[in-house]
């Protein structure tokens, strides 16, 4: 029997996924994907970003009113005009993100980390208002103190997040050290911790996995990987493996994301490589 230990898949292909360069989904488009990621019962998928203007506004609003049983989530900066966009879209789950490592608050934003923590404070408190489900990003968090992540983690809680993502923005970890971080953080984090890997080196997936086995609880990723730079962890190698390697059900149907492949790789314009695991022409069928 395999088992379903609480570990879950959400996807980011419409957010994460399309800020690959040259890459602009159509809403009809974004409309079918979120219909089929609905269908292979993913959970959680990241729709957009409502401050992108008022076309994008629009077009999320057709997407909140689409028959499914998927959370579709709103992706912010942690300000309140972002904040007031999503919360006018209608969203109900909206992630709010911060920079925490030093690099990125000091070269980044010219800030401190006394600001980000208010900043991140200011934001709850005005999401509060609206009865919204928050999550809270942390970016660059693989080169944060680590410290540091759980003091920005203890504010989210207080607030009432759901869980925290831990981003390793510029793909810089390998899986050992993704375990070890991980690890670290999972242990005193009192929020559950979100893995968000990035593929510079060819890891992303390697990473997430090493994440699940070191105690985090959700993984984002992309269908085939798409994403800005070398791309995310691939939502089809990640489901599998964790079913191959682990015997753990994710609870994604695994069955429909060939065709969720191919309708990405469509949409994007972006051909699948005949040898890319599990979903080029030549791969072997793991599924």
């Known amino acids: 029997m395999i088992r379903n230990e609480g570990f879950e898949i959400i ?35 990241e729709a957009g970003i409502p401050a992108m203007g008022k076309q994008e506004c629009e077009d999320l609003k057709l997407m909140l009113n689409l028959s499914i049983k998927s959370n579709l989530i709103a992706w912010n900066r942690a300000n309140l005009e972002d904040l007031k966009a999503s919360i006018d879209c209608g969203f109900k789950f909206v992630h709010v993100s911060l920079p925490v490592s030093d690099l990125h608050i000091e070269h980044k934003l010219q800030k401190s980390r006394t600001w980000v923590l208010n900043q991140l404070k200011k934001c709850m408190e005005y999401l509060q208002n609206y009865g919204v489900t928050v999550i809270v990003g942390a970016e660059d968090a693989s080169r944060a103190d680590p410290k540091f992540f759980l003091q920005y983690a203890d504010i989210a809680a207080s607030y009432g997040a759901i869980r925290i993502r831990y981003s390793d923005t510029v793909g810089c970890l390998d899986h050992f050290m993704t375990y070890r971080k991980i690890k670290e953080i999972a ?34 990723v992309t269908v085939t990987g798409l994403g800005e730079r070398a791309g995310n962890a691939s939502m089809e190698e990640t489901a599998v493996s964790l079913k191959h390697f682990y015997n753990y059900d994710c609870g994604i149907e695994l069955e429909a994301l060939p065709s969720l492949a191919e309708m990405v790789s469509k949409a994007s314009e972006r051909t699948l490589f005949p040898y890319k695991p599990l979903v080029g022409s030549l791969a072997s069928n793991l599924f």
């Open 11 to 45: 996807d980011t292909t419409l957010r994460d996924g399309e800020q690959s360069a040259g890459v602009v989904f159509s809403v009809e488009e974004r409309m079918n994907i979120i219909s089929a990621l609905d269908k292979a019962k993913v959970k959680w998928i």
């Open 187 to 220: 242990d005193h984090s009192p929020l559950p911790v979100e893995i968000h890997a990035h593929n510079d080196f060819g890891l992303a997936v390697a990473n997430t996995l090493a994440a699940y086995k070191a105690g985090a609880k959700f993984a984002s």
